[in-house]
């Protein structure tokens, strides 16, 4: 292993070392999106590519959403491989129609005969109060429509290694990156992302679930953020012995439902951290996937720490009080106990 | 400049080759629909919009076009699907949703997509300009020749994407080009009820490019005007505004009983429908002979019924089919 | 009982009738929408409106869906109690900002200091194959977010009740009806949704489900079309002994847990049906709420019969092979049996 | 026309009293940020845009409106919701995130909202066209009267809600003004690469409605064209659509290193800083006196004083209530 592989990054930068990576040796690849150029994107994702690449494959847009995300579609079908950036996925209303109605179905109503490999990447996530139109996740809203792969990094690794992977997809792929992973000074940042990153590039496969940690107890499954306060909880649980195993679904779209199930049949329950909304969500299903295929391996009632179905509030209190933390999956541990 | 000879029997040719393709669905469409008339049933089952009597701006347009060209399409893209050279016989078969159509069936007749020529359409109102506009980009970007032209009708001038389209557009300088088919309907609203504007080329000043208005759905004004924007947009200029006045013989759909037309409209329009009109001027300039023109007319109706019989002929998917092709095939 | 209360009326008439009389009663209620004027709504629910109320209150719209919702909004915040359509739900990409940024969370953002008193009207549904932009349930994602009530008739009697309902609660209330229910000659109809329905104005409380048959050995639990499906298979396996009790949600914000526990534990067995998207929706909800609740209940594994998760498309015999149906149904409860 | 004096001196000291505001809270924002700035933290958490400099704008526009009229703003909304004269305790405690602010904390500073002055905000680009529109034909059809006065940037024309709420407007003849403050900026994104005509006033033309274009920050020269257009509402005349030339003295958000401005840009606006121009401009008018103006300028800080004081002194809202006021109270 060479020294450059001790290196750890932020996932902000992973994410531009894989575009620029791909970028150098694909002609096709580029960049559009608000303010991912110069500014280098609000979430630092696209620092240093302008100067490298220059204005036309690094294309700051207008406020343009539906025309944009449109184009990068048109430009998928036409042998390019666009990396686009809706700067916070709560725009999605304004841009919808582009992104599930024909960026995700167009490979379907060709026939196949289209490919549409670009990659649309969102920032999600809230806890540094942003308000209710700059702080949602929105996973289950683009899980649940068809044509789009959908993945959500916990670490700077993974987000290299999946970026990478979805560049070279030949089908959309929506990467949704936590603003509280990032890595940027201004908002600080959840420590465990920023982990050793290889300078090569490589892959991390689309579909594939990760353990985080082992455990025999209890799984708790969650994404982005969501791994962390699950990895927080476990290590509390296990100063009382209670050994929890840690699930990093990574992708949402395929989702991982055989490393689900499997580790649910070993630990026997089940904990599905989301910071989406709780109803009609990633929790739902999750829980879902695992009872439908075979109920009996669970010795109590599944549990979700979800945010709750309320418009996210601004002020701190409020906020926290919605958001899923380490406390509150103890605490969902505790009511399985109790049975 | 009026267009070539050999243009103007191409778009007579085109014209009619389109004409034939609705009156022959049209027919069929009906087959299993009575007498009780049921848009799920039948051998062409859903929604069809025709695009009888809109044929001009297809022809002038596409008159200009190669395969490598790019055009999205709408709803009613059938006389486009056409002039841009889509195969027949798998477009045909598309719409009667058979394993030989253009994707298999799974797309139906709003959704053709035929990637040797660079075509594709869509259901939602505006949905075809971002894709168009992102065509252009990537030509531009590759440097390889192209130029990406949008149909939408006058309904989806007021749609967002539009807008946002159109400025992305000239503020990127791409070969794109946005052509507006005025039927002066939007399903029962008309464009008085819809649009602050007469006529959409004065919203090209928006964007400080050229706007073009084109009356009377006239095949050969139409093919000028194109000529010109497409030239313009080859040439690195950017992109153009083109909205020609047309009309619309058919209902919105097949079905729609169009009583929201004032009284006397549509015998009005049968009376200016621009095939009979275009073989008259042809004649009338000498460009044809009546018996070239009868032969013309009669090949294309053999080779509307050979995609029919193509289509009909093809065996329907296999119902499980439905769950592939989500995602690229590795 | 006067005569007039066993006319039988279709959904679209029954929509109809219901914004008529609340138009006589209330000035500050009108229509907006593609086509809702001269046209009658393309699913025949304004049909009749523009001759008695006028232009100024049955107003068409230009193809400005982020507009007019919005305009929706603004005028339901000003004292206005807007009725507006979006002609098919696919569409809700061009405007999902106005419906769920905008309409959903201004009472919220408001402290409560706002009302929004709109109905948005929507089509729903497949079938009758037209193509995957025009034939989409979209339940899950219209549910899955905060602020928005959420209801979805399955008969007339339902659907003017629930219309009424709408209109006159002071938060903005989805109404989605499903196509092959509406009673249009030009589309067929499911018979079992044209039922008795009162001249006179009453209300459907917003939030409760309905017993649509008594049962006692599995609960199906559906919603809109689903339920004719689910009372078509109950008649079958009534043949065969086996009582299915169903369950029509009716509204899926607020959902009436309630009602599908306490009938999933006298039956110990459940099958959600359900024609939007199998994965991150109404499905998966339906069985996390009745799992989480009390695993106990269950004597088997939940199962669902939910539209597959790829885009609709359009070919007859595809189409059928995705949608739920009687025998989908039937086959799920043999699965249960098997265990 | 010239303001009244009366007005003048109202728009002076609303001027004053935004710029305070925004003084007060820039410092206050960093209060709990030092020595590492994270936006999370401290007494005023999250996003904040500012408005010093673009102060004429507001108030040359609501020096028009009482509070029956309409206002719907942006992301940066300070000044306009001064200006429209929004319950000051109230939106400071908003700010702050306080159970006694105008929506006890659930809001923030993206989300004012005073039904008193019918004042509304929102952090999404252009969302607030549509409910202007809105609001606007409810007075219509209300037969009531009222303006309704949409603010939005001039990054935000490019936006499709703008194309659409501005014909929908026209359409339906409301009354209805649509204000762009064009600071040149949409972020990092200078008006030139994202619009793709150099001012949005010609962009009135798509609707047929009035587009005015008024240079230089000049809040006399905006209070006469926005009076025109306003009276023309309130006529019944239907809507128009002025862009203002005017600037931000801050950045985008607060921590915004403004690493895309020019050389130079920062220090020349401060030079034309509209306030003390109106300032000297006043005096040398001889509409007020030195003695007058300071009073203003001491009683718009201890207004702002008094503010903060309110919001400061308020409780938390309890952090339970977050479940509350989702959907309307019976
Ligand atoms: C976003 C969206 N809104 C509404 C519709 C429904 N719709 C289909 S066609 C149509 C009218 C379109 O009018 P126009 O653009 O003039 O085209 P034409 O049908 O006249 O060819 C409408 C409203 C749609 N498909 N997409
Ligand atoms: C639909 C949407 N896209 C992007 C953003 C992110 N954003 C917030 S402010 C802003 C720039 C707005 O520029 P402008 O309209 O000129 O207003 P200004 O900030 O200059 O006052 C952007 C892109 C947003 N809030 N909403
Ligand atoms: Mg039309
Ligand atoms: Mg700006």
């Known amino acids: 292993m060479t020294q450059s592989n001790n290196r750890k990054l932020t996932i902000a930068r992973a994410m531009a070392e894989s575009v620029a990576q791909e970028m150098r040796t694909d002609d096709r690849v580029f960049v559009m999106g608000e303010d991912i150029g110069e500014l280098g994107g609000v979430y630092g994702n696209t620092r240093g590519l302008l100067e490298e690449f220059g204005k036309e494959r690094i294309r700051d847009t207008p406020i343009s959403e539906t025309a944009f995300i449109g184009a990068a579609v048109g430009a998928a079908q036409d042998g390019m491989r666009p990396v686009v950036e809706l700067m916070f996925v709560d725009f999605f209303g304004v841009c919808f129609d582009a992104i599930y109605n024909l960026m995700a179905k167009n490979i379907y109503f060709s026939g196949g005969s289209l490919k549409?490999?670009?990659?649309?990447?969102?920032?999600?996530?809230?806890?540094?109060?942003?308000?209710?139109?700059?702080?949602?996740?929105?996973?289950g809203t683009f899980a649940h429509l068809p044509g789009m792969k959908v993945v959500a990094p916990s670490n700077a690794y993974d987000a290299k290694g999946l970026m990478t992977a979805a560049i070279r997809d030949d089908s959309p792929v929506v990467f949704m990156y936590h603003k509280r992973l990032q890595g940027m000074g201004w908002l600080g940042t959840e420590p465990g992302a920023t982990v050793k990153t290889p300078e090569e590039s490589y892959t991390v496969e689309i579909g594939k679930a990760a353990i985080a940690r082992k455990g025999s107890d209890v799984t708790i499954v969650s994404l982005g953020l969501g791994v962390h306060h699950a990895l927080k909880a476990a290590e509390k649980l296990s100063e009382e012995g209670v050994e929890a195993e840690v699930v990093d679904l990574r992708s949402l779209v395929p989702l991982d439902r055989d490393t689900i199930r499997e580790s649910v049949a070993r630990t026997g329950r089940l904990i599905v951290v989301d910071e989406d909304y709780h109803s009609f969500g990633v929790s739902g299903e999750i829980i879902a996937s695992v009872t439908e295929h075979d109920i009996s391996v669970l010795k109590a009632a599944p549990r979700r720490v979800a945010f709750p179905d309320v418009p996210i509030p601004f002020e701190r209190g409020m906020e926290q009080f919605c958001l899923p933390n380490a406390d509150k999956i103890i605490a969902a541990y505790r009511e399985i106990e109790a049975g | 400049m009026q267009p070539s000879l050999e243009q103007k029997l191409w778009m007579y040719e085109t014209m009619v080759l389109s004409r034939r393709c609705e009156e022959q669905i049209a027919k069929i469409y009906m087959e299993g629909k009575t007498p009780v008339f049921n848009m799920a049933n039948g051998t062409i089952p859903g929604e069809m919009h025709l695009s009888d009597g809109q044929e001009p701006v297809a022809v002038g347009v596409c008159a200009h076009l190669d395969a490598e060209d790019i055009v999205t399409a709408t709803h009613r893209p059938h006389h486009q699907a056409i002039a841009k050279g889509v195969d027949l016989d798998r477009m045909m078969a598309e719409i009667f949703g058979k394993a030989t159509g253009l994707s298999g069936g799974r797309g139906g007749h709003m959704h053709l997509f035929d990637p040797a020529v660079n075509f594709a359409c869509?259901?939602?109102?505006?949905?075809?300009?971002?894709?168009?506009?992102?065509?252009?980009?990537?030509?531009?970007?590759?440097?390889?020749?192209?130029?990406?032209?949008?149909?939408?009708?006058?309904?989806?001038?007021?749609?967002?994407?539009?807008?946002?389209?159109?400025?992305?557009?000239?503020?990127?300088?791409?070969?794109?080009?946005?052509?507006?088919?005025?039927?002066?309907?939007?399903?029962?609203?008309?464009?008085?009820?819809?649009?602050?504007?007469?006529?959409?080329?004065?919203?090209?000043?928006?964007?400080?490019?050229?706007g073009h208005y084109v009356e009377g759905n006239d095949p050969y004004?139409?093919?000028?005007?194109?000529?010109?924007?497409?030239?313009?947009?080859?040439?690195?200029?950017?992109?153009?505004?083109?909205?020609?006045?047309?009309?619309?013989?058919?209902?919105?759909?097949?079905?729609?009983?169009?009583?929201?037309?004032?009284?006397?409209?549509?015998?009005?329009?049968?009376?200016?429908?621009?095939?009979?009109?275009?073989?008259?001027?042809?004649?009338?300039?000498?460009?044809?002979?009546?018996?070239?023109?009868?032969?013309?007319?009669?090949?294309?109706?053999?080779?509307?019924?050979?995609?029919?019989?193509?289509?009909?002929?093809?065996?329907?998917?296999?119902?499980?089919?439905?769950?592939?092709?989500?995602?690229?095939?590795?």
Chains 1, 3 share one sequence.
């Open chain 1, 116 to 139: 549409v490999p670009m990659v649309l990447m969102t920032s999600t996530g809230g806890g540094y109060s942003d308000g209710g139109q700059h702080s949602q996740c929105l996973y």
């Open chain 2, 221 to 330: 004004r139409i093919h000028e005007v194109a000529g010109e924007a497409i030239a313009r947009a080859r040439a690195g200029k950017g992109p153009s505004l083109i909205e020609v006045e047309t009309f619309r013989l058919a209902g919105h759909f097949m079905g729609d009983a169009e009583g929201y037309r004032p009284e006397g409209e549509k015998d009005a329009l049968f009376e200016i429908d621009p095939i009979p009109r275009m073989r008259q001027r042809l004649l009338d300039d000498g460009d044809a002979s009546d018996e070239q023109l009868s032969n013309i007319e009669k090949k294309a109706e053999e080779r509307i019924e050979q995609a029919i019989r193509f289509a009909r002929e093809s065996d329907e998917p296999r119902p499980e089919d439905a769950l592939t092709a989500v995602f690229a095939q590795a």
């Open chain 2, 122 to 210: 869509s259901g939602i109102i505006g949905q075809g300009l971002g894709p168009a506009v992102g065509a252009a980009l990537s030509r531009k970007m590759q440097g390889k020749p192209g130029v990406a032209v949008a149909f939408i009708g006058e309904g989806a001038t007021n749609q967002g994407a539009f807008h946002e389209a159109l400025n992305l557009a000239a503020v990127w300088n791409v070969p794109f080009v946005c052509v507006v088919e005025d039927n002066a309907w939007g399903i029962s609203v008309s464009k008085a009820a819809s649009t602050s504007v007469p006529r959409n080329d004065v919203r090209a000043a928006s964007y400080g490019i050229p």
